[in-house]
């Protein structure tokens, strides 16, 4: 047996040449490095806990090698590593210059179960126990997570190549169930080229055995003296703890403690405030604590005025929802489990509506626990659970919303279009949480009706997902008061309408009135001004679509109309953010039907169209939507040409 050393596996004509696909699932576009790179650390460890008592602890350290001693150990970990990371085409960008000081980033958690399971399986698909080891580093896009666990897909560990310059990381595991400590280390490049071989994306550094057909299979280092040093070089705090570490080289230059810190608040306000999670940052001069004891002392030192006192009352109304006490939840009402969920008055039929509106318009946080439906395919339906927590502030200038899975924070939900209200959704009864992790993507932001896990496993499943999804709209539809009083001229210099007294008898007698006016010195004193032609056609909203037909007013037929359509979406332009996944027009089997009189299709994309028209009466309707989702439209008629 060889090694420990790096080994990539020659490709060759039998191997397809596929890059490494799953950097990008995790876009640092709507989260940054830092945000990407806490939540899919802290969710992979709260998955590994093992004293539900004791919260899990979650250290990150940005460090250099600074000393001689540390530089000429950290060479004894890149053997056989160097020169791949510097072939051309290898999809490494900012090559670094190993003979310089290195820059690494640790991850280490506590109170977890670390890596278990054979170390020298090659898929874990065979026998009883656990097999995260085997899934961790020898499988892409797999995994063995239950379904109440909060990560689904095997591509979390996708975000520690994002982060390294160079897409490579070490890892060292002390086993919960037999104290074992394993080391591993994983680069994963694209097929590249090197002294006229060709090699395939994927390089391990651990020992390898003289065996026909498992030259390249790593087997991870063991030897004690070997594990210590390499504590040593990158400062773990692990001893015989068991959980497991990261080194992660040459981090992106966006981690920072502070970026790190406010990620860790932002992202786990509530598993910190609920004593599930803590964190420990640091580099080489300052160390950061963030736990349920000590976390609004770091909000005050680590954001601005404004982001202190958001947060402040963020954390305040996140620990009155945790300590609510179980009689005081208003409860909704079940629904029949034959029928789709759908928010109605007869949910809170049991619910003094006057006086919770009362209460709500007050200021006063209210609490709803909420059934929904859940259907595992070849099962009887039966009710999931969720949490509700709103209030009324009038302090914030926008909605403030959270949804929450298992402590983890789905970011695309928490989006809401309404001033000055703050609500929680928390989700953490099992039926429930099992089919809305099943709808999220890889990085676990949204809940997508449309996940291949949901079409499986679940039957009508879009509804319940989206009386979720509605829960916080819907509920203050009926918990909000009338406005009392309309301030009538508010607005009438930027829209008005003129009254009756003001309203011309007839078209145009006004333009003529004024032209006929005399001015001295002048002849005219308006000029001939055209009036705006009507529209020329209508759109009308109908059951789960729209239809477009001639306008009544219209005295005449556009030659070509275009449609574009997209769900409406908590911000930016829905039809720019439109997603296939809802719906798309290219394909027949979309669910969207366009049925057409006297109009013929000329183009058509995802979400956008172009008829034209032939002859009148003409009518082109659209139907199939989610009647549960706002629906957006932009119908614009092209006169003749």
Known sequence: MEGPLWKFQLKTKNDMGTDPYQEGLFSQDELGYSDVLVRETSQNSLDARTDENKPVIVRFKISTIKDTTGL????????????????????????????????????????????????????????????????????????????AERGRYGLGKAVYMKISKIKTYFGLTVRYSDSKQYLLGQSILKIHSLNEQKFLPYGFFGKFQDIPGEEFFALPDDETANIGNFKNVFGLNRDDKPGFSLVILYPEKDISIEALSKAAINQFLYAILNNNLSFRIENDQDTIIIDHASVYEKINEIYDEEEKKYFNRLAHFIEWAINVEERDYLLVAEQDLNYAPKWSADLFSKINLEELKENFSNGNPIAFKVPVRVQFKKQQPQHGWFKLFIQRDSNIDKGDVHFIREGIKITKESKIDR?????????????????????????????????????????????????????????????????????KDLLIDIFSIPSEEEKDPEPGKALEKERNKKVKGAKSVIPDIPLSPPRLIEVEKIKTGFSIRKSPKADSIPSRIKVRVAYSIGKGNPFQKHQIADFDFTKPDSGITIKQNNASLNRVASNRLEFKITGEPFEIRFTGFDEYRDLVTDVRAIRGE
């Open 72 to 147: 000429e150990l950290f060479h004894t970990y890149i053997p056989g590593l160097v020169d791949h990371i510097c072939a051309e085409n290898n999809g490494i960008y900012e090559k670094p210059d190993f003979n310089l000081s290195p820059n690494f980033l640790v991850i280490e958690d506590f109170n977890t179960s670390g890596l278990e399971g054979d170390i020298n399986e090659e898929d874990g698909d065979g026998g009883v126990g656990a097999h995260n080891f085997a899934y961790f580093w020898r499988n892409v896009g797999r995994s063995i997570k239950g379904e």
């Open 419 to 487: 001033r000055g209200i703050r609500a929680l959704v928390i989700v953490d009864d099992p039926p429930l949480t099992t089919m809305l992790g099943d709808s999220e993507p890889p990085a676990h932001t949204a809940w997508e009706k449309d996940q291949p896990k949901v079409r499986g496993k679940y039957d009508r499943s879009t509804s319940s997902i989206f009386f979720v999804k509605n829960s916080i709209k819907m509920v203050l539809k009926y918990i909000e008061k009338p406005l009392e009083g309309i301030e």
